[in-house]
Nanobody
Framework: QVQLVESGGGLVQAGGSLRLSCVASGRTFSNYAMGWFRQAPGKEREFVGGMRRTGYSTYYADSVKGRFTISRDNAKNTAYLQMDSLKPEDTAVYYC????????????????WGQGTQVTVSS
């Protein structure tokens, strides 16, 4: 299993940037697919982006494509979500997730979740 802890959220103005971190426990982090999701009040948790276990290739929701970038540093057991050109509609609690297999665009595809970190984008 793996335990995840997100950090890096905060309040930024529209057009600004934030970098979220997700620190994972375990010695086999490099073998896990990673995902980022977000959830706004009253809304279902939605997919933001993911990194495949195979080749560490990334994929993103259309709403963030070109603005958000997922990366990982296996030596630090950390995954990152770099968020640029933030918009008010990006406001949500952001969660990182991990799965031993391939992950997916769906929350059900991930077995392990962080506690979430709040991102608020003001106008």
């Amino acid at each position: 299993q793996v335990q995840l802890v997100e950090s890096g959220g905060g309040l930024v103005q529209a057009g600004g940037s934030l970098r979220l971190s997700c620190v994972a426990s375990g010695r086999t982090f490099s073998n896990y697919a990673m995902g980022w999701f977000r959830q706004a009040p009253g809304k279902e948790r939605e997919f933001v982006g993911g990194m495949r276990r195979t080749g560490y290739s990334t994929y993103y929701a259309d709403s963030v494509k070109g603005r958000f970038t997922i990366s990982r540093d296996n030596a630090k057991n950390t995954a990152y979500l770099q968020m640029d050109s933030l918009k008010p509609e990006d406001t949500a609690v952001y969660y990182c997730a991990a799965d031993r297999l391939g992950g997916s665009r769906y929350a059900g595809g991930f077995d392990y979740w962080g506690q979430g970190t709040q991102v608020t984008v003001s106008s």
